[in-house]
């Protein structure tokens, strides 16, 4: 059974959410945070193996977002908003006294950061994202619906669960994982309920960044599994040319799943970055 760690409420909902912090507690500076957002319908146990390898520097929060994990599950007809999802964080970061945060976000949670870049800059610091594309591709849904007409049916038939047992070749190379993993992947994102697994990628479809990536100023960090297809390859280079301030990372052997599968060499390539001018 998964942990439940801390519960806010916070703009009508709970979130929960973990705060750590082994930073020496005699330091005079307060340490700054990091902020690890998931991706779609994953929660805080996916960043479990980051947690040491920043909480003696910084404090680490990690959050589900509402629907994800043990954070509030709206009721059917709830329909998911990219901007009050953004909201949310602001608001759980004020509920902690948090100003601002080195945010990190994998997948669908990287879009999440550079919206928050974009409403309230003066909240982020940087951010950090492994394999987050401007815009979802849109052969995505097709691939995601396994046969079925759309991927909203192939959820309400299967369940999350099972559907992410019969997708998760597609998010992570399930060659380098053991059997084990991708049993407790699907039964982790079957926390979220079928309704709010198909509004919540409704909603991130709908979510185009390229017109504003030049206005983001954040540093920002692209983090790109090198074994993933070459439009993707394409896109996050792109990216990284048209973010003021941005970077582009290559793990070489991974595809998706870089930030559970390798998160000493994305944490080193993102403390490496904030130690470059300007990072």
Known sequence: MAKVFHMARVAGVELHYDLADYTDPWRTNPAETFLLYPGYCRNVEFWHAWVPLLARD????????????????????????????????????????????????????????????????????????????????????????IGEASQAAALEKYG?????????????????????????????????????????????????LWPRLAEIQAPTLLILGEDCPENRRMQLTEMSRLLPRGKLVRLEGYDFGIHYLAPERCVAAIRDFLRQPGG
């Open 58 to 145: 910084y404090r680490v929060l990690r959050m589900d977002p509402v629907g994800y994990g043990h954070s509030t599950k709206p009721p059917p007809g709830f329909e998911y908003n990219a901007e009050r999802t953004a909201r949310d964080a602001l608001d759980l970061m004020d509920h902690l006294g948090i100003d601002r945060v080195h945010w990190v976000g994998e997948s669908t949670g990287g879009k999440i950061g550079m919206l928050i870049a974009l409403m309230a800059p003066e909240r982020i610091a940087s951010i950090s994202t492994c394999n987050t594309t401007a815009k979802t591709a849109e052969k995505q849904a097709g691939t995601y619906a």
């Open 160 to 208: 999350v669960g099972e559907w992410c047992r019969r997708t998760l070749h597609y998010r992570v190379n399930t060659s380098k994982i053991p059997p084990e993993l991708g049993k407790w992947w699907a039964r982790e994102m079957d926390r979220v309920p079928p309704h709010l697994a198909i509004s919540a990628f409704e909603c991130f479809t709908k979510i185009d």
